[in-house]
T-cell receptor, first 116, second 112 residues
Framework: DTGVSQDPRHKITKRGQNVTFRCDPI?????LYWYRQTLGQGPEFLTY????????KSRLLSDRFSAERPKGSFSTLEIQRTEQGDSAMYLC??????????????FGEGSRLTVL | QKEVEQNSGPLSVPEGAIASLNCTYS??????FFWYRQYSGKSPELIMF????GDKEDGRFTAQLNKASQYVSLLIRDSQPSDSATYLC????????????FGRGTSLIVHP
């Protein structure tokens, strides 16, 4: 078990460009989450998948954000037409499903986005 | 009112003391409660979870839950400088989706 991996770890981009982040969850976990974290704040929920189905999206997720999880394995989070306010750490986490202990999330190291 | 509230701190305690971290939540029907530790520049890692009223102990850590008062706390006994980190409280609200909602975290500093 290699844990949750995210790529890239750091991304610097210019305003208006598109960026894509990838997350590989722990292989036996069927739930995958994306959170965003800014300095001094806790992780804010963006979206989650159970297997390949995207079951919930936060109101924070504007139409510039899209996430996929083809075949229920890895996931991608794309941000189109980036804005400076998108600068944050994007955290991916996975968990197994089944009752209240589903909140036991295993986080990746995060992808830090800086929009200039 | 935020869904999960924590004092941002920093909470400063001397080495060997008990550190007490508190969290309140707004949704009375919340089911499960989690404490994560986040070192600076790192991602959160789970320390403990608690579902039932009362205390739950794991080594130097004790989680306390009081559903009537809607608060959950984390006690760290014999605090060490290596415990210096941000502690995040996470709550699962009722509704079936089991998505953890996090507080902003409390920064703990343990000084020698």
């Amino acid at each position: 078990d290699t844990g949750v991996s995210q790529d890239p770890r750091h991304k610097i981009t210019k305003r208006g460009q598109n960026v894509t982040f990838r997350c590989d969850p722990i292989s036996e976990h069927n739930r995958l989450y994306w959170y965003r974290q800014t300095l001094g704040q806790g992780p804010e929920f963006l979206t989650y998948f159970q297997n390949e189905a995207q079951l919930e999206k936060s109101r924070l997720l504007s139409d510039r954000f899209s996430a996929e999880r083809p075949k229920g394995s890895f996931s991608t989070l794309e941000i189109q037409r980036t804005e400076q306010g998108d600068s944050a750490m994007y955290l991916c986490a996975s968990s197994s499903s089944g009752g209240p202990n589903t909140g036991e999330l295993f986080f990746g190291e995060g992808s830090r986005l800086t929009v200039l | 009112q935020k869904e999960v509230e924590q004092n941002s701190g920093p909470l400063s305690v001397p080495e060997g003391a008990i550190a007490s971290l508190n969290c309140t939540y707004s949704d009375r029907g919340s089911q499960s409660f989690f404490w994560y530790r986040q070192y600076s520049g790192k991602s959160p890692e789970l320390i403990m979870f608690i579902y039932s009223n009362g205390d739950k102990e794991d080594g130097r850590f004790t989680a306390q839950l009081n559903k009537a008062s809607q608060y959950v706390s984390l006690l760290i006994r014999d605090s060490q400088p290596s415990d210096s980190a941000t502690y995040l409280c996470a709550v699962i609200k009722p509704g079936g989706s089991y998505i953890p909602t996090f507080g902003r975290g409390t920064s703990l500093i343990v000084h020698p």
